[in-house]
């Protein structure tokens, strides 16, 4: 069965920094991309950057691009999200994705963690 556990969510002032990790299991990691969507209140999901199962490319919405970069761990199973400069407007519940193939690109994420929440505010 698959478990995506996201953690690394909390309370950041404007400008600061937060790492998100999502842990892995029930699934063979490193044949996959994987990714991150989030939610801010009273708005749908919103695409964030997924990455390829090797980790060889990457991709990040407009939004967090030069301020977010994502990793994966394929030996530890487990997907990151830095997130520098942060702004009033990241906050949202933050979830790990998986998707059905090695790519991301053209595809849609199969499954979703429960989140984690990141509010950005002084």
């Known amino acids: 069965q698959v478990q995506l556990v996201e953690s690394g969510g909390g309370l950041v002032q404007p400008g600061g920094s937060l790492r998100l990790s999502c842990a892995a299991s029930?699934?063979?990691?490193?044949?996959?991309?994987m990714g991150w969507v989030r939610q801010a209140p009273g708005k749908g999901l919103e695409w964030v950057s997924s990455?390829?199962?090797?980790?060889?490319?990457?991709g990040y919405a407009d939004s967090v691009k030069g301020r977010f970069t994502i990793s994966r761990d394929n030996a530890e199973n487990t997907l990151y999200l830095q997130m520098n400069s942060l702004r009033p407007d990241d906050t949202a519940v933050y979830y790990c994705?998986?998707?059905?193939?090695?790519?991301?690109?053209?595809?849609?994420?199969?499954?979703r963690g429960q989140g984690t929440q990141v509010t950005v505010s002084s």
């Open positions: 990455i390829t199962n090797g980790g060889s490319s990457t």
């Open positions: 994705t998986k998707y059905p193939d090695p790519v991301w690109s053209g595809r849609k994420f199969e499954q």
């Open positions: 029930g699934f063979s990691f490193r044949h996959y991309a």
